[in-house]
């Protein structure tokens, strides 16, 4: 399953760092992370960030197991900011999902841009 969504005029770096928080209270651990900040070509005081955090699931011997959660987020904290999320539902089931965006939710929701065609 993939999760869409686009915020304006949300900070990047803050949105990384939430996606991660609350990805971690549903029980998964940190298996990849990677934050990048780029100037925007024509603007030196602004820039975009880009980054990638997967996740996975402890297995029986409480070591890192399959990845269950992988994260994109490209965007400036003057523009919109975009996240795609990617979920393997046989090792993060919905209803920690349904968590993990009602968190998200209740956050962002105020920033969130919705498209006609969505």
Do not use: W
Not at 30 to 59: C, H, M, Q, W
């Amino acid at each position: 399953m993939e999760i869409r969504k686009t915020y304006q005029s949300v900070n990047p770096e803050l949105l990384y760092d939430e996606v991660r928080d609350f990805a971690l209270k549903q029980g998964v651990t940190l298996s990849e992370t990677k934050l990048e900040t780029y100037p925007i070509a024509g603007d030196s005081s602004s820039f975009i960030s880009r980054g990638n955090l997967a996740f996975k699931v402890p297995d029986e011997a409480g070591k890192k197991g399959k990845e269950c959660l992988r994260v994109h987020i490209v965007g400036s904290a003057k523009g919109e900011t975009r996240v795609i999320i990617n979920v393997d539902e046989e090792l993060f089931p919905l209803e920690k999902l349904s968590n993990l965006q009602k968190d998200l939710d209740f956050v962002f929701t105020s920033y969130e841009v919705t498209h006609p065609d969505s």
